[in-house]
């Protein structure tokens, strides 16, 4: 099997010229954390909440307004592209590796398409329950705590979402897309002289995500795709005798493809 085969072909990309609030406006509409860059039809780069948090988290002490930025400032310009005729097993065989989850596929210089984890979800097949290979350690995060504590333990653990538990019970789910939100909706709206505070003492429980799409960990990894593309969420929390005993990636569930 190739890229061409599963690859997502109507592709939405960027000038790296545009405003970064066009940019979060792109993301917002069609729910996507991920975004191509171009220049002059060529691909330079690509734009990740994860790298709009990052920058605006950076500058929060600075004053730099988040009208100021614009696309080129937030780029991730380490690009792995592939080809249409790039073979699948070679993507499987990176996935959980360091680097964009995002995999532009390129042909004479042109972007034509792009790879992501979720276009490969409906290659699964796998019957196994999701216990068998949910991961140990599980890291969360109470809504009280402030959202720059949660940025930092993402970082520092490198996970890209936190559960979010109040007294044992799930309440919500925080990611890279509702900390970039959250950082910019400030930038936005409070006056240059009282951002940093406003910033600093943002709570997980006024940005986190809720309700929680989540599931039980007898479910299969076949059942557990179908569940991921249905809602288009990239995690699942496990939940058994009310409280989280783990969570699901679209990570683990693609290990499991064989190649």
Not at 80 to 105: F, Q, R
Not at 132 to 139: G, N, P, S, T
Not at 210 to 229: C, L, N, Q, R
Request: glycine share 6%.
């Amino acid at each position: 099997m190739k890229v061409k085969d599963v690859m997502t072909e109507d592709v939405i990309f960027v000038d790296k010229d545009v405003e970064l609030k066009y940019v979060l406006k792109l993301m917002k509409k069609h729910e996507i954390t991920k975004i191509p860059v171009v220049e002059e039809k060529k691909l330079v780069g690509i734009i990740t909440d994860n790298m709009i948090a990052f920058k605006l988290g950076s500058i929060r002490s600075r004053g730099v307004p988040a009208s100021r930025l614009h696309a080129s400032s937030v780029t991730d310009k380490e690009i792995n592209a592939v080809s249409p005729d790039t073979d699948i097993e070679a993507i499987l065989k990176k996935v959980g590796e360091p680097g964009p989850t995002m995999l532009p596929v390129v042909e004479n210089e042109k972007l034509v398409g792009v790879v992501t984890k979720a276009d490969l979800l409906p290659l699964i097949d796998c019957n196994k329950k999701l216990k068998e290979i949910v991961q140990e350690k599980l890291h969360t995060i109470s809504p009280n705590e402030r959202v720059i504590h949660a940025r930092r333990m993402m970082i520092d653990e490198n996970v890209a979402r936190l559960p979010v538990v109040d007294q044992g019970t799930l309440v919500g789910i925080i990611s890279d897309t509702e900390i970039t939100f959250a950082l910019a909706s400030v930038k936005r709206s409070i006056s240059l002289g009282r951002q940093k505070h406003a910033l600093d003492e943002l709570l997980v429980g006024d940005v986190m995500k809720t309700p929680v799409i989540w599931t039980e960990p007898g479910m299969t990894v076949s059942e557990a795709a179908k569940v991921m593309i249905k809602n288009n969420v990239g995690a699942l929390p496990l939940i058994e005798n009310n409280k989280i005993m783990g969570i699901i990636t679209r990570t683990d569930l693609i290990k499991t493809i064989p190649y």
